[in-house]
């Protein structure tokens, strides 16, 4: 997968972006989030421990250092986390899989097409592990099986629909601690 193969990952994250939950459900509102998570997506929790995971990764991947840059960096990893779990629910809501063997596939058929030898892979993950790339390339494939289905039962204009009927969804499901506000999850973009 070419960096903007990984990009294209991203953006199609954050479109069918999570945000923080407003609605009258009980289950979305801060204060409900469980001790030790810091937020709720769903039927999911993102725990402090597996959100300064991602930060570390990103850290990694980044070099960032400065404090300015390290708020930057978890307010980033949260956002990804949020889509993340967002699109692995939704995903399992409509019965769309992805088999982890084609994953692997995939990314081995990138490797071979793409890089010379294992230089030119340690390069191009930077700070990456393999399994960063893994489960990008994971949600990528969850993505289009959704996309897949809904255009094989309401065609293709349908797709761009349920992309924003899908962000709105999310958002009143979704609900992080106060100190924990980022775009998508107590602040709001633009």
């Not at 991947?61 to 629910?89: D, F, N, W, Y």
């Not at 390069?123 to 390339?137: A, H, I, K, S």
Request: hydrophobic share 35%.
């Amino acid at each position: 997968m070419s960096r903007a193969g990984l990009a294209a990952v991203a953006a199609v994250a954050t479109l069918l972006g999570a945000g923080c939950g407003g609605g009258d459900d009980e289950a979305v509102r801060p204060d409900r989030v469980p001790a030790g998570s810091v937020a709720v997506v769903g039927e999911s929790q993102i725990t402090k421990a597996e959100l300064d995971r991602r930060v570390a990764a990103l850290r990694r991947a980044t070099g960032k250092r400065s404090t300015p840059e390290r708020r930057q960096l978890h307010s980033q990893a949260l956002s990804v986390l949020l889509h993340e779990k967002a699109i692995e629910q939704e995903a399992a809501e409509r019965g769309v899989t992805v088999d982890p063997r084609e994953v692997r596939r995939r990314w081995n058929g990138v490797r071979r097409a793409q890089f010379a030898n294992e230089k030119a892979v340690r390069r191009f993950l930077g700070g990456q592990t393999e399994q960063d790339v893994l489960r990008q390339l994971r949600l990528q494939l969850l993505t289009e099986g959704i996309h897949d289905q809904i255009r094989e039962q309401d065609g293709d204009t349908a797709v761009a629909r349920f992309q924003r009927d899908l962000q709105k969804r999310w958002t009143e499901r979704t609900a992080c601690r106060p100190r924990y506000a980022t775009v998508g999850c107590g602040e709001r973009s633009g």
